[in-house]
DNA sequence: GCCGCTTCAGGAAGCGCTTCCAAAATATTT
DNA sequence: AAATATTTTGGAAGCGCTTCCTGAAGCGGC
């Protein structure tokens, strides 16, 4: 159908290896001969075929990536500055999604039998330590987002200090009292934001009490990372810690929308009876006013794609575990006398009237 | 590196052609030796080289998605089923973005030209006239979502009929000076949308003075669809159109979040002063209580999938144009008595108190 | 005019598979 | 047991490219 380098050849009556030498902009090619070639193969409305020259170079220009294709704000921006970044090399993405959490292995299997693409970004998800070696063996280089594994290059939020940053606000803010509401444990980054938590309370010689906090359940595999789940949890604080505490930490701000939900039906004011500081700044964050830590998501993607690229191109090696600084953002939620934000977010429609 | 289907080969004492006919469950086969091939291919942890078997079969397995790459529920939403309606096959997606307009026919020659896909979803992106034919003419199937063209085949939202019943359900609350927000009109739903609107106003009887219709910016190629741009088509109303129309039928609900800042802005209460209806029923319109126009984003990403396997598998041709409903739901913006919807989300926070 | 250099071009081999044709092995029929 | 039909196998050709090796052509210097 299409015109090969067959085609090409004949026509401008070179050999098959002149047009590839061409096409690849090679120095080994007679300008004159390079410039005519090129002219035909123009004319023929010729395309190299992308899978042929892969087989050939043993090259794919493709990366992976494996995701957890939950509706979350954060993929979705993580994603979008991966493809922002690879739109600038000339490396296509293929998505591989997992959406039932124990077929994660063999969606990493099949990544790395099927020599379909030069690099991984495994993208919030734990990689088991026999894969590690996997890839390494298979020469495949990976890069872990928001996730961390000894062996493989990785680039994630510091949760433990952000979450010691977010407590720290509201102890500044004057709370003695402060519960926490965390995704499953079974979450990386919920680990580290807990123990950053308790961090800051110890460094401050808080009592924290059992009852303040509330793990969501894992349920359908989110890590309890959502507002139903935020929703719940809120209940069971409310159910179980009597009175609240006066400030609450909850480990995401898609949770803290659900638990804003259950304080508004309890007749729990915002930030009046409880402060409130959340983790991510999605989009909606400024529309409620909620405080909370602002995730780099765009940089962490940047970062990754590029030291990614650098792996595959062989230009380094080593050791790579960055961990990027998240930003408080405050705002109404947490009470906070000082507005340090911009206008219009001060200006922002939020819950509580 | 990898084993190939060589060693296999060699190993178990047949030749390539067999272990082919064994890894391809050919029935041309004696299933002792296919046993046992496969018993050496399994020890040897061979799997084919997927694109060495995309090249010769000529076939890919893979489809492409051309993708304009806002961060937006929708496109998420819609990635997240055609992913999940993909895995369930045996394809691959490949993601193609585009983040500048002008780059769409770049990225969509090449999608057509480097043949790594067996067919093309192209979403919310219209098609100049000569690249259909060429899709066409390269007999590469294609399936437009959330657009239409004459000679590609579709899946999109009835745009008109959503606007229509929007439109509808706020006459029916009693109002008869109702405005409008819209996106650009560059973009096609949003024209749609339009004609739909006025369509209902003229069936009631109704005037409409232009200074009740705000048409947002395209600014940044995103058609206005988004909250700035629907904060910024408010203020334009506020200053515009005095008094007010007492009820507004916001094209996005995106832009509706900015309208509520904007109305929260200018002291006007939403549903008191403003009845408010949106479209498109985002993950957050539960959360401020909106009534909106609901599309079903999973059924038509799924809907596309299989029509565009159908097509690739030869098994269908003929015009496809399916135009799926949007629903009405009822929540507290735009005032309405009846609530038809389901405790939880009379229970919603919203905005006004 | 010959020699050694350099530059450029042709095309075979190879990437790892599928597919087809012909041949070998086995089964069935007479 | 021979003849024929059927099942099973081997491997060459081909998918469209890159790359390497070889050789031709052009050049200056002797």
Redesign the interface.
Known sequence: ??ATIYDVAKKAGVGIGTVSRAINNSPHINVGTKARILAIANEL?Y??????Q??ARKK?N?IASVVP?F?N?F???L??SV??AL?RSHY??????V?RMNRRDRTIDRVL????CDGVLIISLGVMDGYAEKFIA??LPVVLIDHMHQALDSVAIANREGAFAAASHLIGLGHRRIGMINGHLSSYPAKLRLEGFRLALEMHGLDFDDRDLVICDAKAGEHGFN?AAGYAAMQRLIAQSHPLPGALFVASDVQC?GV??AA??AGVRIPQDLALVGFDDI??AK??GLTTMRQPIAAMGRMAVTRLLKRIEGRENGDFHRELEAELIVRESCGSRQAFHVRTES???S?Q?
Chains 1, 2 share one sequence.
Do not use: N
């Open positions: 159908m299409a409305h395309q190299p075929h992308a899978l042929a892969s087989l794919t493709t294709f509706t704000y993929y979705v921006e994603l979008k493809q922002r739109s296509d993405l293929i998505l591989f999604s959406d039998s099927e020599r379909r298979a020469g507002e929308l804003m939900r508004k039906e989009e909606f529309f409620v200006d922002t429609v819950q009237v």
